[in-house]
């Protein structure tokens, strides 16, 4: 089940960023973008959704409009719980969201030392549009063109 996230979800969505991103902090030197979000503010705004199955948390997604496009700014899932789909439905709902929202396009970036990345978002659909440092990352960036409309 994916469900908007509430003040109540704050800590498990901090804790899932630690989790999923503490293995770049050495590659990249420091703790990577995702790690230290305002949270907080993101739920507020409506721009956050955790994936559950149950009660069990499992991960999160950030996403919201910018401009003509929507961007997904985050995706996180437990250690614990990848490898089971819960990434890909999260970003699946992220595509299906901004279809309903008649966008046409969903945005990305990813840090360039996150190897994996680089590899899951074209498998994805994803398409490599640019690299530039920014923000004092080394950031590669992608799009997605959606066809279909909305189900």
Same mark, same amino acid.
């Given at each position: 089940?994916?469900?908007?996230?509430?003040?109540?979800?704050?800590?498990?969505?901090? /804790?899932?960023?630690?989790?999923?991103?503490?293995?770049y902090v050495a590659?990249?030197?420091?703790?990577?973008?995702?790690?230290?979000? /305002?949270?907080?503010?993101?739920?507020?705004?409506?721009?956050?959704?955790?994936?559950?199955?149950? /009660?069990?948390?499992?991960?999160?997604?950030?996403?919201?409009?910018?401009?003509?496009?929507?961007?997904?700014?985050?995706?996180?899932?437990?250690?614990?719980?990848?490898?089971?789909?819960?990434?890909?439905?999260?970003?699946?709902?992220?595509?299906?969201?901004?279809?309903?929202?008649?966008?046409?396009?969903?945005?990305?970036?990813?840090?360039?030392k996150m190897t994996e990345n680089?590899?899951?978002?074209? =498998?994805?659909?994803?398409?490599?549009?640019?690299?530039?440092?920014?923000?004092?990352?080394?950031?590669?960036?992608?799009?997605? =063109?959606?066809?279909?409309?909305?189900?």
């Amino acid at each position: 089940m994916i469900r908007r996230a509430d003040p109540g979800d704050e800590a498990q969505i901090r /804790d899932c960023a630690e989790q999923a991103y503490a293995r770049y902090v050495a590659v990249i030197g420091r703790k990577p973008a995702p790690m230290v979000a /305002d949270f907080k503010a993101q739920i507020e705004a409506g721009q956050v959704y955790v994936s559950a199955e149950g /009660d069990a948390f499992q991960g999160f997604i950030v996403f919201f409009p910018k401009g003509d496009h929507i961007l997904l700014e985050n995706v996180a899932v437990l250690p614990s719980a990848a490898g089971r789909g819960v990434g890909k439905s999260l970003v699946g709902f992220c595509e299906e969201q901004a279809r309903r929202g008649g966008f046409k396009t969903v945005h990305l970036y990813t840090n360039e030392k996150m190897t994996e990345n680089l590899s899951i978002y074209p =498998r994805l659909g994803y398409v490599e549009v640019a690299r530039r440092h920014e923000d004092g990352f080394d950031r590669v960036f992608f799009e997605k =063109r959606l066809s279909g409309p909305a189900v």
